[in-house]
């Protein structure tokens, strides 16, 4: 494979990440998570985020409506903000899994070998 051509699958995988990663946060604030909490949740199940994509992220579907957060100002550490799924963010989970599901299912049947 040429360089170019290697960059080009490279940023194809980039690419692919960027559609599913709404899905993999909704997927994991099921439970209350921190920022770095939930990069860690994710990086544990394989999922790699780096934080300068996370946090906007965070922001936006909090935004949108999608999580509710709260500040905890622990005596003597940082302040975290946490996040967890609103009602809203649990019925958009909910789609988004069946879609995904279906999708599984639908590009199975299209990659399969033809031997």
Known sequence: MTKANQQYAENLQLELRRGVIVLAVLSQLRQ???????RQALVDKGFDVNEGTLYPLLRRLESQGLLNSEWDLEEGGRPRRYYTL????????TD?????????????????DDK
């Open 86 to 93: 609103s009602e809203a963010g649990q019925a958009i989970l």
């Open 96 to 112: 988004l899994k069946a879609e995904w599901k279906y999708l599984g299912v639908v590009m199975d049947g299209l990659l399969v």
């Open 32 to 38: 209350t998570h921190y920022g770095y909490s939930l």
